[in-house]
């Protein structure tokens, strides 16, 4: 269970949702239990989960707590009756809590004793092979999110790099002005973003690591464009989903929190894209308390917490169909202008 979350969950509930003749796990999802213990919150869990299965037509679920008893067992009251009165099979229901489990199914002692059946969550082969595959389970939620935190001896370089980036974009703005009368001035910033941050993704594709600091802060200042962040938002081609993480965690850790909700909304949706909800979760929560009104990253946290599977994390459009889109809305140039 760590390692299809990416962390070792505690005060919390995680439900598995199966189907299939193989009885493949097709969901995970996770909620913080109440506490104080609440028994409104505790039936709100229970109606969500039931509606997300329900939607994904998974008939059978296991649902493992983990936290004290007089937590877990209070939402299990409500999460156990619902599930069955939608009609899911429920395989077990478990309650973890300081390396030991009991089963709320079970009542042979000789199979689950009162005192709980104690286990070594790095012990099993399965642990063993998700580790080895790439699914490394950080030691809590918190260790999780601080794989982005910022990182600080760049914080002063980088703040540097970002006067640049501006002074690059007065003088393209100035050249714009000289240019036209009355067009998008902006234009000219969106057109050398879209060139950057293609480049970036290319390279990022090719394993290679964006370390330029200015080009960092250059990408950073030109996707608050929205022509520049849907461009990149039309390259996330899920088939090169670890190269796309790689590159958006990067400039999440790199950038200040101005800069920081493009970036940390886009790293959100290919961590959506390839089934890491905790990721993506924690992006959202970047992106959100840098900007709580940033569009893009609302729409994929109302996403996620309606449990909404990664093959609902589809492309909405081709770059050329986003530039497109954005050509049709660009003001015309002047007529005096056109002939020249």
């Not at 009162?114 to 399965?126: I, K, L, S, W």
């Not at 794989?147 to 001896?153: F, K």
């Not at 390279?203 to 608050?224: N, V, Y």
């Not at 009104?293 to 909404?308: D, F, P, R, T, V």
Request: with cysteine.
């Amino acid at each position: 269970m760590p390692h299809l979350l990416g962390f070792h969950p505690a005060n919390s509930l995680v439900l598995l949702g199966i189907s299939g003749p193989h009885g493949r796990i097709r969901l995970a999802f996770r909620y913080d239990l109440p506490e104080p213990p609440d028994a409104g919150l505790s039936a709100d869990i229970a109606a969500h989960a039931g509606a997300v299965l329900d939607r994904e037509h998974l008939t059978v679920a296991i649902v493992i707590g983990y936290g004290e008893g007089r937590s877990v067992t209070g939402v299990i009251d409500e999460v156990l009756p619902a599930l069955r009165s939608a009609d899911i099979i429920v395989h077990d229901v478990l309650r973890v809590h300081d390396g030991r489990y009991w089963s709320y199914l079970c009542s042979d002692p000789q199979c689950c004793p009162p005192e709980g059946r104690t286990y070594d969550p790095a012990g099993h082969p399965a642990a063993a092979a998700l580790e080895a595959a790439g699914l490394a389970a950080r030691a809590n939620r918190a260790a999780l999110a601080g794989t982005l935190a910022r990182a600080t001896e760049a914080i002063e370089p980088m703040a540097q790099a970002v006067d640049r980036a501006r002074r690059r974009a007065a003088k393209l703005i100035e050249e714009s002005l000289h240019a036209t009368e009355d067009g998008d001035v902006l234009q000219s910033i969106a057109d050398a973003g879209r060139r950057s941050v293609r480049l970036a993704v290319t390279s990022s594709r090719r394993g290679k690591e964006l370390t330029d600091l200015d080009e960092i802060a250059w990408i950073g200042f030109a996707l608050t464009d929205l022509r520049v962040r849907d461009d990149a938002w039309a390259r996330m081609d899920p088939r090169f989903n670890d190269a796309h993480q790689r590159l958006w965690a990067h400039l999440v850790r790199m950038l200040p929190a101005e800069f920081v909700p493009a970036p940390a909304s886009l790293l959100a949706f290919t961590a959506w894209q390839s089934g890491d909800g905790a990721l993506a979760s924690i992006a959202i929560e970047r992106a959100l308390s840098a900007d709580p009104e940033y569009s893009m990253a609302k729409l994929i946290a109302e996403a996620l917490q309606a449990g909404l599977p990664p093959s609902a994390a589809r492309l909405p459009m081709s770059p050329k169909q986003v530039a497109a889109t954005y050509a049709k809305h660009r003001k015309p140039a002047p007529s005096s202008r056109r002939g020249r």
